[in-house]
């Protein structure tokens, strides 16, 4: 089993930035990939970056520019990296870790971003 627990959610404003941070832990597989997906309320949950084990990232349109994820191997710890929020980047954040035909969820965080 996995385990992933989010954090850095929070209240901010628009034009600012955080960091949010996911960490598993559990049988965690060499070559996994790391994942930040996002839910807006009334909206289906979209995937946002993910990243592999070997560094290789990727990002959804909508993200490119402004999300940068990372990972820290040593520590089962993936990180999202948001600037300039905007009020459409409000949603709850969820990571998702994939390894061996599964996907694992953590229970989310919330963004608000005021304008």
């Known amino acids: 089993q996995v385990q992933l627990v989010e954090s850095g959610g929070g209240l901010v404003q628009a034009g600012g930035s955080l960091r949010l941070s996911c960490a598993a832990s559990?049988?965690?597989?060499?070559?996994?990939?790391m994942s930040w997906y996002r839910q807006a309320p009334g909206k289906q949950r979209e995937l946002v970056a993910g990243?592999?084990?070997?560094?290789?990232?990727n990002y959804a349109d909508s993200a490119k520019g402004r999300f940068t994820i990372s990972r820290d191997k040593g520590k089962n710890t993936v990180y999202l990296r948001v600037n300039s929020l905007k009020p459409e980047d409000t949603a709850v954040y969820y990571c998702?870790?994939?390894?061996?035909?599964?996907?694992?969820w953590g229970q989310g965080t919330q963004v608000t971003v005021s304008s």
């Open positions: 998702a870790v994939t390894q061996g035909g599964a996907t694992y």
């Open positions: 990243i592999t084990s070997g560094g290789y990232t």
């Open positions: 559990g049988s965690i597989f060499s070559g996994n990939v």
